[in-house]
């Protein structure tokens, strides 16, 4: 006997895809914002935390608006080239969106921008899969600042431990993690247990942009890139 349609069952835990509409939003909201504030911003990133992110963005919550998302969508909002640019000139923004990057648009000094994004930066645990950057070894002996509790734990993160008299005891030298290669669950675990902060959430600033000039701060970079469209 075929299954009646009416009893199918309904996921409600099914999410729409963000679509043109969500995309529309973001794009009419960085021209209001270019029209509204005075210099226009890309920044890379390295590391990000959603939650010092909206600590650092605090500092510009008067005068300025931040936008990640799309490097496309964000293109797409500046114009991709001299042909299609909301103003002239802007389009060589839009050429530094590339990667890791978002947008700042806003009426703050250039200076004082500078110097905020400058001072920043402050370190973190690493997450699984990142790359170490430097390589972290344990000698063979106690270890005396984990207790005799977490000694299982330990083992089952791959370490040769062992109890010695109420003391937890490393059988022989084991590398928690290597520098230049991704981290492994386990390792990040032990990581956090040690106490060791091996990521450190930067923000950069690549260029800006204003209706008088345009400006690139990252060495390296060749103006002639994105002076064509």
Known sequence: MPKSKRDRPVTLSKTKKKGREHKETIVNGIREAVEKYSSVYVFSFENMRNIKFKEFRQQFRHNGRFFLGSNKVMQ???????????????????KML?????????????????SLFNAYEDSDFSR????????????????EQFTHEMEPFLRKQGMPVRLNKGTVELLSDFVVCQE??????????ILRLLGIKLATFKLNLVCRWSPSDFELYREGLDLSDVETS
């Open 128 to 143: 699984t899969g990142s790359t170490a950057v430097e390589t972290v070894e344990l000698k063979e002996g106690p270890l």
């Open 76 to 94: 797409v909002a500046l114009g991709r080239s001299a042909s299609d640019e909301m103003h002239p000139g802007i389009f060589k923004v839009s």
């Open 180 to 189: 230049g290669k991704p981290l492994s669950p386990e390792s990040s675990r």
């Open 98 to 114: 590339r990667g890791d990057a978002g947008l700042l648009v806003t009426d703050m000094p250039k200076e004082e921008v500078e």
